[in-house]
């Protein structure tokens, strides 16, 4: 899912990154055809200012959105949980930073960023932290920067089920309430992406995606 399916946190050797260290590459290949996270991210495009400061929280393989981000000539953080895709991330797009962090532990200053993109990122965690990270992410932001997130809106709390013939433990909520924690967290929502997509591998399976922009209140 987008660039970074449920890598927000759980540390080295967590679920998650043995997950998304196994998948590697084959999982960009998989969403490269997302059409939905491009109109996204030109949407983002859009709304940013020259040269601004973005957070790409789970970024994965650092493409699609590090690498958009990057040659629009914005300046771009990647904090991935995977060692795998965080060194993938880094030879695909040499123009930003990636950091292979656990983004709740990882300090975050008041203001900090122009905007935040949180692709599919959170799935992995419990419904609280998935709440008490947004609200962190919002923090970082500057007054009016802009969060953009992306999940599964699926009604579902700590489900075993199987992401590309892997393992996963999942939690998310549906697009309304997704976008009411968002709203919760300071957010002015200015912009929401429904769609169904169907991943490129041979185990995948339609699934939804909702996409949600807003601006730091």
């Not at 990057?70 to 060194?87: F, I, K, N, Q, Y």
Request: aromatic share 6%.
């Amino acid at each position: 899912m987008g660039d970074s399916q449920g890598r927000a946190g759980e540390g080295h050797g967590s679920p998650a990154a043995t997950v998304f260290d196994a998948l590697g590459a084959e999982y960009e290949r998989a969403f490269a055809a997302s059409a939905a996270h491009r109109e996204s991210l030109e949407r983002l495009l859009t709304d940013l200012a020259p040269g601004s400061r973005v957070l790409d929280v789970g970024s994965g393989t650092g493409r699609p959105t590090a690498q958009t981000l990057v040659e629009a000539g914005h300046r771009v953080l990647g904090v991935d949980v995977s060692p795998v895709m965080t060194a993938l991330a880094a030879r695909q797009v040499p123009g930003a930073e990636f950091r292979c962090a656990d983004i709740r532990d990882l300090p975050l200053a008041e203001g900090e960023f122009d905007a935040v993109c949180v692709y599919f990122s959170l799935l992995q965690l419990e419904r609280d932290e998935q709440a008490g990270l947004l609200e962190r992410l919002v923090r970082s932001l500057r007054p009016g920067g802009l969060l953009v997130a992306a999940t599964v809106p699926v009604d579902v709390s700590g489900v075993d089920a199987v992401f590309m013939g892997q393992p996963v433990r999942v939690s998310s909520f549906g697009a309304e309430e997704f976008t009411a924690l968002i709203a919760r967290a300071g957010v002015a929502v200015e912009w929401t992406l429904s769609a169904l997509f169907t991943p490129d591998h041979p185990a995948g399976a339609p699934e939804p995606h909702v996409f949600v922009h807003g601006r730091r209140i």
